[in-house]
């Protein structure tokens, strides 16, 4: 699959992905990229969020390949089974947050817990950090074999964002890209 051939659906997490952040980077890059606006980002409901992720997949007019960062990845996962079928031909997720930690943080819908185990209903990579504040990698490679998520192994890359150097972050779009490749248009 080309980026021609679908919608990519960018979805952030807490705080929203600022300018310099890869996933907006990758929304000015990629044609056929749109965010998934929320609400609130700084309040994170997550009823609020699966909602709006369920209606833009809905109203894309190509098969979706989702992207998402943080909390964003949670959303996908409790969205998943509430999408429209055969609508989703795939997801590329990164830095998944332990939302079942304690102490986990305070502004966010407590709600995102506990993270969803059912596999999800479409192709996915899921992209951890050893070194994710948010996360422990045992942790998300858990995640990822409960999801069917193939896991990538970002090696020491902090929560894969602005802040732990991954703004352009071309290896990542590489990695989409093949990703990308593996897809076919959802039947």
């Known amino acids: 699959m080309k980026t021609s051939d679908c919608d990519i659906l960018i979805v952030p997490g807490y705080q929203d992905s600022g300018t310099d952040h890869w996933q907006s980077r990758w929304e000015r890059q990629l ?18 969020w699966v909602a709006k992720i369920v209606e833009d997949v809905t109203a894309a007019a190509l098969p979706v390949v989702l992207v998402g960062h943080s909390l964003g990845v949670l959303a996908i996962a409790h969205a998943a089974p509430l999408l429209p079928p055969n609508r989703v031909s795939g997801a590329f997720l990164v830095g998944v947050p332990d939302a079942e930690r304690p102490g986990f943080v305070p502004a966010i819908d407590r709600a995102f817990a506990p993270i969803p185990r059912d596999p999800l209903p479409f192709p996915s990579v899921l992209v951890a950090s050893r070194t994710d504040p948010h996360c422990d990698y045992a942790k998300a490679e858990d995640i990822a074999y409960a999801w069917g998520s193939a896991i990538v192994d970002a090696g020491d890359s902090g929560h894969i964002n602005t802040e732990s150097g991954h703004g352009p972050w071309p290896e990542g779009l590489m990695r989409f890209a093949g990703f990308l490749k593996t897809l076919r248009p959802a039947t």
């Open 31 to 48: 044609s056929t990229a749109r965010r998934v606006r929320q609400e609130s980002w700084d309040f994170p409901n997550r009823d609020a």
